[in-house]
């Protein structure tokens, strides 16, 4: 069973940086659809980021701020997120589906079936 731990979260002004990390035990992340989601209160949660064997694709709102990346030797996910902004202020979950075909992973919630607990990301103006 694929278990999938973040970490990285924290407070920071606008304007400033912070690296989320994802671990993932007991299976390799190799051939999975990787994600990053978050949620803030009252809001549904969305999807930030999408890494795949292949492809990688990012919200419109994050596009040239966020930067995913992997690191299959040590079975983790990255989310780089620079030029943060108070919108940007939610619980951020990794997330893991395996994909059926080489296409773009998906953008759904719903398609994915591993998650994280969730980190905390806080931005103040």
């Known amino acids: 069973q694929l278990q999938l731990v973040e970490s990285g979260g924290g407070s920071v002004q606008a304007g400033g940086s912070l690296r989320l990390s994802c671990t993932a035990y007991?299976?390799?992340?190799?051939?999975?659809?990787m994600g990053w989601f978050r949620q803030a209160p009252g809001r549904e949660r969305e999807g930030v980021a999408t890494?795949?064997?292949?492809?990688?694709t990012y919200a419109d709102s994050v596009k040239g701020r966020f930067t995913i990346s992997r690191d299959n030797a040590k079975n983790s996910l990255y989310l780089q997120m620079n030029s943060l902004q108070s919108e940007d202020s939610a619980s951020y979950y990794c997330?893991?589906?395996?994909?059926?075909?080489?296409?773009?992973?998906?953008?759904?919630?719903?398609?994915?079936?591993?998650w994280g607990q969730g980190t905390q990301v806080t931005v103040s103006s």
């Open positions: 007991s299976v390799s992340i190799t051939k999975y659809c």
């Open positions: 890494m795949g064997r292949f492809t990688i």
């Open positions: 997330a893991a589906y395996s994909p059926v075909g080489v296409g773009a992973c998906s953008f759904e919630r719903t398609s994915y079936n591993y």
